[in-house]
């Protein structure tokens, strides 16, 4: 049966680094791609910075060790884009196969669960989205000249900026970019994989004990992107650390960013459950009936039988109803309905935010532990939650 999907093994670059010798033919060799990676950044920036004497305070007031937002673009979000590409198509393995092994995708509809994988990993083996990508991240580097960004750690005397400002304008700030939007394309597939999975008619459990009919297995599904998101809010919070630490940057005018930050990319990497929401919530409501008229049923020929006396057909419906041993006495048949009406109405539950919001609130709470003692910060943080 091929309900697997592997979602970064054929992907045009991975194919062309292969070719390339630069990737093993089996596997993704995400650990040699995020060292050479790392050298291939940092290396020339901290070689230039070492001859001219600015990586230590001293003869230049901003010296590389202070340009918080690069080093962590060079030593952590980089390597972390590309040691992530593990993370996710490991847990897209895990994933998808419980469609059909849990019994959501029913015999008949197996086929169709097929086929839409194969579907999917066609657009993910085409070449034009990554075409796409390597002319928005050209069109990027050569629309933001050296003016238009700060890179004083690399201006010389004359003003021009020197060999390692020029490197990671035109080879750091690309691969970094270039890595994100690849992720980007990644959760678009995963979404439109989840969209097209969730038009099939899945076989929900309302009284699942997941409380999501069967589909709580989803909730693993952000834990691919968490290098993603950590990478990026790495990247961010390292830039506004730099600006508190040197005045330039005032704890205030940092709640809205942080607040638009967190709220936009936790939606975008919990869009992949969001496809299940409309199902759910039908499923949800058309169960409540459906439980609430079996559980009144049920007590209303109990009541017929032990209140009222009245004789009923030992062969009939009624009869087969009370003695069912699946719905078995009146407290079970209740609890059945409760389970239906304690069931979420969303896909997102708590462990699927918590995969969400900790890689994005981690590298934030350290940018803020600079300017606010971590004691305190955790003592609002535990008002705040209680």
């Known amino acids: 049966m091929a309900s697997t999907f592997a979602l970064i093994d054929d992907e045009p670059p991975l194919h062309w ?86 019994g959501l995708v029913v015999e008949g509809e197996t086929k169709h669960f097929e086929a839409i994988l194969r579907g999917v990993a066609r657009l993910r083996d085409h070449p034009l989205p990554w075409l796409l990508i390597l ?127 967190t709220g936009l990319a936790t939606v975008l990497l919990v869009s992949p459950l969001l496809a299940f929401l409309p199902k759910l919530l039908l499923a949800r409501r058309q169960a409540l009936r459906d439980y609430g008229a079996l559980v009144g049923r049920h007590g209303r020929l109990t009541r017929q039988r032990w209140i009222e006396g009245k004789s009923l057909d030992s062969q009939g419906e009624a009869e087969a109803i009370l003695e069912a041993p699946e719905l078995g006495p009146i407290a079970d048949t209740t609890s059945l309905y409760e389970a239906v009406r304690n069931s979420r109405r969303s896909p997102i539950g708590t462990m699927a935010l918590a995969r969400v919001l900790v890689p994005l609130l981690l590298p934030p709470l350290v940018a803020l532990a600079t300017q606010i003692p971590l004691r305190e910060m955790l003592i609002n943080i535990g008002k705040a939650l209680l």
Request: overall charge positive; charged content about 10%; proline content about 7%.
């Open 135 to 261: 002319g928005v991240t050209i069109g990027v580097t050569l629309g933001s000249p050296p003016g238009h960004i700060t890179l004083n750690w690399a201006r010389q005397g004359d003003g021009r900026v020197g060999f390692g400002g020029l490197w990671f304008l035109w080879v750091v700030r690309p691969i970094y970019l270039a890595l994100l939007l690849a992720w980007v394309w990644r959760l678009v597939l995963v979404t439109l994989l989840c969209r097209r999975i969730a038009r099939l008619p899945l076989s929900l459990v309302p009284t699942h004990p997941d409380r999501a009919m069967g589909l709580g297995f989803l909730e693993e599904l952000p834990e691919g992107f968490a290098l993603w998101a950590l990478a990026m809010s790495a990247v961010i919070s390292a830039t506004w650390a730099h600006g508190l630490i040197h005045g330039e940057l005032v704890l205030t005018s940092l709640k809205l960013p942080f607040a638009l930050f």
């Open 17 to 102: 680094q292969r070719q390339l010798g630069l990737v093993p033919r089996q596997g993704l060799g995400t650990v040699r791609r995020a060292i050479g990676l790392v050298l291939l950044t940092w290396l020339p920036i901290v070689l230039w910075a070492a001859f001219n004497s600015r990586i230590l305070p001293g003869r230049f007031p901003e010296p590389l060790l202070n340009q918080y937002g690069i080093m962590m673009m060079c030593l952590v979000a980089i390597p972390l884009l590309v040691l992530g590409e593990e993370v996710v198509n490991r847990v897209v393995a895990v994933v998808l196969p419980q469609f059909v092994s849990s």
